[in-house]
């Protein structure tokens, strides 16, 4: 790959209105959009806190189930890295108020479809806060 393929402003601007949108529909629980935003394919992974689920049946299964209450967060240190113009890789920390001296773990994995960008892995964990950052 060239090393002016990476990080052109234009893919960064697109794959971060892809992951606002990612992030307003989790804070919502929009099930719809959030399905939407995931590569519907078998080979779609995402590791979750709890679970670990592979093909986007699983994933659109985990969406439909899971509690729709404390879902706000916030976010930090967000990295968005695009490599050529159809390939990104989104990470960021985020805080919940309901997981205090906690801190979230998010990557994911967006390419460029006909169709649009989408997540084809995600890896979603919490660990103990280390830095102290309040929730």
Known sequence: ????????????????AAFDRYEQALIAND????DALFRDDPRTIRYGGTENLYGYSEIKAFRAGRPSAGLMRTLARTVITAYGRDCAVASTLFYRTTSPRKVGRQMQTWVRFPDGWRV????????????GAVS
């Open 31 to 34: 099930v719809e959009t959030l």
């Open 1 to 16: 790959m060239n090393p002016n393929d990476i990080d052109l402003p234009d893919v960064v601007a697109e794959v971060k």
């Open 120 to 131: 084809v892995a995600a890896h979603v964990s919490m660990i103990d806060d280390a830095d």
